[in-house]
């Protein structure tokens, strides 16, 4: 079993720039990739960002964030970020990072990752 704890979330203008960190701790071995999801109020939850470390490094953005948002991973901390830049009020939502096993490509839907953390709120003002 893998525990993660985000943080790292907070108010901010719009224009203004947060970094999200996600702390692994447990059975980190186990898996070879991690992610950024996001929950807007009466919205699915969507992917952000993901990353995978074995076999190379891939990653993936959705294209809302890409330009924007940058992850990136401290191995030796067991740390994912998420940078999140030029931020606009529909980032706006609760981000939670999310860590499992996956092939080539990183998944986008929610099921495919085994471990989450609790979530932390992003509040972008206008």
């Known amino acids: 079993q893998v525990q993660l704890v985000e943080s790292g979330g907070g108010l901010v203008q719009a224009g203004g720039s947060l970094r999200l960190s996600c702390a692994a701790s447990?059975?980190?071995?186990?898996?070879?990739?991690m992610a950024w999801f996001r929950q807007a109020p009466g919205k699915e939850r969507e992917f952000v960002a993901g990353?995978?470390?074995?076999?190379?490094?891939?990653?993936r953005y959705a294209d809302s964030v890409k330009g924007r948002f940058t992850i990136s991973r401290d191995n030796a901390k067991n740390t994912v970020y998420l940078q999140m830049n030029s931020l606009k009020p529909e980032d706006t939502a609760v981000y939670s990072c999310?860590?499992?096993?996956?092939?080539?490509?990183?998944?986008?839907?929610?099921?495919?990752?085994?471990?989450w953390g609790q979530g932390t709120q992003v509040t972008v003002s206008s």
């Open positions: 999310a860590a499992g096993v996956v092939s080539q490509i990183i998944p986008t839907v929610p099921s495919a990752f085994s471990s």
């Open positions: 447990g059975r980190t071995f186990s898996n070879n990739a």
């Open positions: 990353i995978r470390w074995s076999g190379g490094i891939m990653f």
